[in-house]
């Protein structure tokens, strides 16, 4: 049976943790590398509901997209949810692994996975490529087959992602034609820019604030799409679940995976605007 | 007829520029301090729209709750969205004035009229007042006349605030009864942790993301409701236009105001997802 | 009849945005890119006397070297001469450009033109070349034909500068030989070590303050002579104008320029110390 | 049987986390706040000898003296000595609590407990107070009953420590008499200022290096004694743990309290200069 | 004799080394404190001529107005000129003092004897007060006996500081009448706004460059004179040399105190500008 | 006779002050650079006791390891020892010059003469080699003969450093064999990470704390030897004094050297620890 150590260089030779932000913290979060590891659970968020779904279903490692610690802690103490959690997981022998903005930028990576998920078809590149290799980078740029109206497209998007309460949100005329799309999983405000220089017609990404989405419109330029944050990073979990588990395989290691289908979204309903048209 | 400058320093008396942060960009943005004023359309931002409802009326004058400029300009030419608005508005002889987080902070100011809005009746009390003034402060903590479930407050929160496509989203169990709720205008994430501190049974405020949305819902604590960030602090222009009107008139002084109805929310519609429960 | 767009792209290829330092603002300052520009003033300083020439004239654009906001502004209110000033351009139409720090490591840019006023001939060279081209750089080093005293070459340099109350400062032995001389428009005392370890003969420039001068003739070297910053500055205007409407001209483009007389040195007169032999 | 959080009370009653430095990192670093504590081990630094004494003794805490994570980490993964003890605390339900700064600066405190072990009788005050109370503070200022020479003070102060491979350094005439004495556990270099200034014979800390005490004593002023770091904050424990228990008993609570005699200094033998006088 | 540490004290009285800024470098520079003092040379600038000029007299401590070493220095050899005028005053036994921005706030302080000199009368406050005192402060207004016109008084004060080649220059309507009037010592281009908000008619200072001079001219308001630096605090000296004097042989103590008359200003000469009006 | 600026060539030539970090302050301290020099002392610290020592011996330069100002300052007054030194030497026309950071990374540099003193032979490398020329570099990697146990080869390096009061401090297992060793002169803390992972038995090195000692060693890897700071650049002194003498000569100059013996280790007796085993 595979260490712990053996899947955390399966896992880091897929996502080389040195392609990660300066500001990240991606990797083994806790665990003995010693440690035997058979079951593999794949999550966007190390929260409570995902540590009882790995606790239920035995699993010896959960890898998630997000870090625990994001900044640096001085204290796993069971007084917060992040310190109870590192006490479920240690006295459950239950190890924690982060792939986060290096999976992000990874070939295929977090939005390869976004932008099938939305129906984009063809090659996909980069949104903002790597500065040292053109084929990794954050975002993706894809094409629907022709072009369809704006709310179409956000129509087909809704129905190839998760579901959450939220939905999805829209900014532009619903009925201009759309066919040229940037997608990033996760919060996309910081793509603004780069995103209008490339002239697609959307940009679908996440956790768009009020000023940045307005002033954007107020600039003839791409649609925008406002997805759950969750949603848009979710698709990529099976895509990595997979390919561990088939690079393990070519391996002779057989490991077992499961993708959590745990809504992390923390918006759980909604109230409509009455006379909103 | 009064000035500009008389204007200003009617609207710089309820909402003193010493009030804003030291990052904010307050009042008087273009304009004559010596041009007569008559008509003074209030509205939340600073965009071509609302400058076409001024042209329209023939506004004198455009109080908006947003900056034009948050961070300084080195040019004003006419190739971007905002050196148009300067233009639009010199040419025109139409002034600009912001009242910004000196607003957020009066007593009543912003989430004052946010907390009305959205049902709070009795006394309205700061959720960080400020160390000077008690009465001041971000935010405003109130009551409903009765315990009702988080689901129905969302409902009525939804028929009191100006209608936007995304309307409300909601974290937390729909059915647990709420009666104290706190309400920010504007991006509400700074004050998180506040509002914990608090220990109201809801947080009403916008631009709200994943993260700090997701990390404060997994420490038992108050509901969320996230509403579109324009609806949050539109109900507070009726109050400001009122204030100024009446306070003129105090004076001898005739102005006319007017509330602009244009919805600058960037998002237009949405996209459901079907199978959302 | 060019467009303001036309102009501005004609004056960035001589004066290439890029190479303005980081601090500096430089480009279009006011304006709309699809106006018509016909008749274009050249200036040191945005200030009202020019504006003044500038709509007596009837010019559409006026071309200045100094920077109306350096540092950025979030108010173009009429409050301020800079506020009242874009308010006179914009109400007017009359557009504003600055080609500030790119313009004075331009080859040819504001310290060949200051050389020649002040008589070197022959070849310059840049006094601190740009790293990336060394014919581009601050400052310029050139020669006399044969040596003279430092108090002639000083008396000539006077000639050849437009009149200043304050007239040109020398630092050194008047009756020492100069031949090899640098020069640098405006504020030079940041070239103050390259201009020593050129090894030249004499250093003039403007806005040299007591400590950076007398710290500089303690240590046996370049002598120094300060002009008015304007009068080191102006020669460049001919320059530039010239070029503008060669370069038009070369395009079959028809535009009218203007060299601005208006002297905005602010000393406007002197008060002599008596017994100073 | 008292809880965890009952415990962290008790210590941070005498301990104030609000009296620690900005810098330090104070309180509970791993444990369940709700779970039972009979016994509890205290030692000066939290390394695997200690844990590997708190198991065999069957302790529920250990409390140290020095963070763990003094700066904080984003991983405890068992990669890392520090990981690997947080593993073993966890899954041994053993809690791990640190008194530092607040526990130098308390009164009594760290060096209260080192001034008496070198043998200083009557009243300590700080070497330098706590700006909000002049009863706390670093190091303590005490005397001897009467002047001895510096070196029968250094033979009697090696007596009074714990035993270390490296025993006590001293600098300054060993004749000379000193009675009046500051001590500071743990490392003393950012005391020296103080020390000299507050005119005492000698100062008796630890961790001092070349240029911090070449300096010292280039100046004439106190002697200096360097001891080893551990020995010199060792003394506490035993005050800290007579504390802890009988503040507990006060209170009808029964805990068992231990001091570590690990010895956790580095420095296991030396090799001395065969030819040093 | 007094000593060196006395005639320091005695300094520091009157110039209290906590009144300097805090990038300021004040105090004794070099000598030995011990060593016996008699004749004391006051001057501008620690420069060679100064040092020639006490060694002529046989100076025994130079008193400067500026700091040798602004910024730290690692060395004094003899390889710049501050390192060859360390080595000839420790060579021949003469120590340096610096009394810098303590002495320009002190009252009676820099600006006093400039104000005087320039023909103030009556009483002089401080243009911009010390926190906690305010009869200490930068920069000192004061008023002329009746109001004459700017070019006048810009003549007096020509008259009554020592001559320089460059005079002064005046910004301003030369026939505008004006009578009070702000002056400070040195640099003075960071009291340009606090001269303003004073509502004075003039403001003499030293080393105001192009912008700063000419954006405040802009702005109706005071007139401006600009001195030589070396020029607005000579005045100064013989104040400080007659007070120390006084105040020694009231202690029973001679010294014989003399003001340098080098002119350390750079600027030996001047070229008019033949044709200015 | 060479003078002072020959003999700083020379010396800069074999430690160029381009290799000295950032931090550092290398190069001539004072003197004057047309002086005569015929005798030399080298020493680690700039003290009074070197000073007196070069008096005596009728020296024109003091080479030291140790900067005197390592930051800048700006007096040296003789009001601290670092002033009366200057005083001192200046006037007895004793230069003094340093080579520090650039003499550790020099080849041959002070690691080398440190690992030949403790018993190295064979070739040695660099522990961390310089960017731009790994011959150089701090630190250095050597080997001895056969493996012996650590408490053998501590004894051996204590026979071969300069006798010091402390000796040397021992961590790790004394019967550890040892054969690769790591040594680098002065403080060591910076290289422990380098040391490990260059996976040597043994790093020796100066002024290592309790902290980061300690955790060393609680990760298994080399051991740790900690002598006098000064006693590990000693052995640099003869290896720099017979380069400069050999390289003198080489160009037909004589310059008599010495090596000063004066121990400015600041630790000057002991006092064990009477049980510890």
Not at 196 to 213: I, N, Q, S
Request: net charge negative; charged share 20%; hydrophobic share 45%.
């Amino acid at each position: 049976m595979p260490t712990l150590a053996d899947i955390v260089t399966e896992l880091e030779t897929r996502y080389d943790p040195r392609w990660a932000e300066s500001w990240d913290a991606v990797g083994l979060v806790c665990g003995d590398p010693s440690a035997e590891v058979r079951r593999i659970l794949f999550a966007v968020d190390p929260v409570a509901a995902v540590a009882d779904e790995a606790l239920g279903w035995g699993a010896d490692l959960i890898v998630t997209h997000h870090p625990l610690y994001l900044r640096g802690t001085t204290s796993v103490a069971a007084t917060t949810f992040k310190g109870r959690l590192i006490h479920t997981l240690i006295k459950n022998d239950i190890a924690l692994f982060t792939a986060h903005t290096n999976a992000d930028v990874a070939d295929p990576g977090v939005s390869d996975a976004l932008a099938r998920a939305v129906g984009l078809t063809g090659p996909l590149v980069p949104l903002m490529p790597a500065a040292d290799d053109p084929g990794r980078g954050l975002g993706r740029i894809g094409s629907l087959p022709a072009p369809v109206p704006l709310a179409e497209f956000a129509r087909e998007a809704a129905r190839g992602l998760p579901a959450t309460a939220g939905g999805l949100r829209v900014a532009g005329d619903p009925g201009r034609p759309v066919q040229r799309i940037a997608v990033s999983g996760g919060s996309g405000d910081s793509l603004l820019g780069v995103a209008r220089a490339a002239g697609v017609d959307v940009f679908l990404t996440a956790d768009l604030r009020h000023h940045p989405a307005s002033e954007f419109m107020e600039a003839d330029g791409p649609a925008l799409i406002d997805a759950a944050h969750w949603a848009t990073e979710w698709p990529w979990l099976a895509d990595a679940a997979h390919h561990l588990a088939s690079a393990s395989a070519a391996r002779g290691i057989t490991v077992e995976t499961r993708v959590s289908e745990t809504v992390t979204d923390a918006w759980k309903t909604t109230a409509k605007c009455e006379d909103f048209t």
